[in-house]
């Protein structure tokens, strides 16, 4: 039972049903175009007036294009719906710590376009680069509604006051990046943690989402983060810090984390841990986090991954060791949540042939849960995290309606 909040809720009016319909139509039409009138009455169960109401009014607002003519036995001939690709851009920015991608989306989360800068040192410069290359990409399709602008990152975002809170990979102070970039640009922004955005996108583009009703997303770079999906419903927790399992202890008496915690997950399992045991490092330094240098001293972890693909033994062992932590924490998920799936993304999953099967091993091992819940990689080249900038700004017209 979900409780209703007697201190936060909207009464249903006669417009609240409309905009429930007119959400299910529009979600049929994306789903399964071309798709008729009748088609759609008989998907969704309403009147054939209502449907034709609705599909008017979406024509009228351009979220629905009529093409040919369907074929029919007798009668008029019904013509097809299609979704408007053309209706909206979208900006997407993915916020990494050392390079921010900024990019146009059309409707289906394709990029017409994107560019990548190293990311500032401070928000204030940060907000000073996008700016200008944000209007240069609303300029690419003057003739289309840019609808808002999306952007994940590589922390938590406080709801109440949209500060980014809680980024100790990044190093900024806790700041409003909403208000300035709407200010500078006109456009809505929406923040979100970048593992949060990736849960979105499954949601959104749904490659293993059918029939499911909890999901997980574990971002795996410089630090790890999780979305939790649950019931359909993306979960925020208190201060929308829900998720940081990244930061919950794996190794009692650990290394040393960003946070201020010692033996987090993400000290063991991250892109810069499998650095670290690359470079062999001494596993007692007081700080984890090995140098992600450019200054020759340490390899980088795309030079980690290409090394262990030409099996380099230290790489594959690195590699290995930082599979196996992944799998410890993910035994954690699958026993805690039991979630229908959970998706992985990083550059990890380019090796997912050797880290796949550790992964799978030490889950068996540790939860007697585990086969109910299906783990899969994401592709690194359809850049999931930047994908999940669409779904921020496209689920007030898509998504489920919060009722009562
Ligand atoms: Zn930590």
Not at 108 to 127: G, M, W
Request: charged share 20%; with cysteine.
């Amino acid at each position: 039972m979900r409780k209703i909040d007697l201190t936060n809720f909207h009464v249903a009016t006669s417009e609240t049903a409309r905009d429930i319909n007119r959400r299910i139509v529009l979600n049929l039409i994306r789903s399964n175009e071309p798709l008729s009138r009748a088609d759609l009455a008989r998907h969704s169960g309403l009147q054939r007036s209502t449907v034709s109401v609705i599909i008017e009014q979406l024509i009228e607002q351009r979220w629905v294009t009529q093409g040919a003519n369907g074929r029919a036995p007798r009668g008029r001939r019904p013509r097809f719906l299609h979704l408007n690709k053309e209706r909206v851009r979208i900006i997407g920015i993915n916020v990494r710590t050392d390079t921010t991608t900024v990019a146009l989306a059309d409707l289906d989360a394709r990029f017409v376009a994107q560019e990548s800068l190293p990311t500032a040192k401070t928000p204030e410069q940060f907000i000073a680069d996008l700016v200008p290359r944000i209007q240069n990409l609303v300029k690419m399709s003057p003739d289309i509604t840019c609808e808002g602008i999306g952007v994940s990152l590589p922390g938590r975002v406080d709801l109440a006051s949209q500060r980014l809170v809680f980024a100790p990979n990044l190093g900024w102070r806790p700041f409003d990046l909403k208000t300035p970039l709407e200010e500078a640009t006109g456009l809505p922004v929406e923040l979100e943690n970048a593992a949060n955005a990736c849960a979105l996108a499954e949601l959104w583009l749904g490659q293993y989402t059918q029939g499911v009703r909890n999901l997980v997303a574990v971002t795996v770079s410089e630090g790890i983060g999780a979305g939790l999906i649950l019931n359909h419903q993306l979960i925020r927790g208190s201060n929308g810090l829900a998720g940081e399992f990244g930061h919950t202890t794996i190794v009692e008496d650990g290394l040393q984390c960003g946070c201020g915690n010692r033996g987090c997950w993400e000290v063991y399992a991250s892109n810069s841990a499998a650095v670290r045991y690359y470079a062999g490092q001494d596993l007692r330094a007081r700080n984890g986090r090995a140098k992600n240098g450019s200054d020759g001293s340490v390899p980088s972890f795309d030079d980690v991954l290409r090394l262990a693909e030409q099996n380099d033994p230290k790489a594959v062992e690195s590699i290995n060791t930082m599979a196996h932590y992944l799998g410890a924490g993910l035994a954690l998920l699958v026993t805690g949540l039991a979630p229908d799936v959970i998706v992985l993304i990083g550059e990890v999953t380019r090796l997912w042939n050797r880290v796949g099967p550790i992964i799978e091993q030490v889950i068996r091992e540790r939860s007697f849960t585990h086969a109910a819940t299906r783990i899969v990689p994401t592709d690194p080249a359809t850049q999931p995290r930047l994908r999940g900038t669409v779904p921020l700004v496209l689920q007030k017209h898509f998504g489920a309606p919060s009722v009562a």
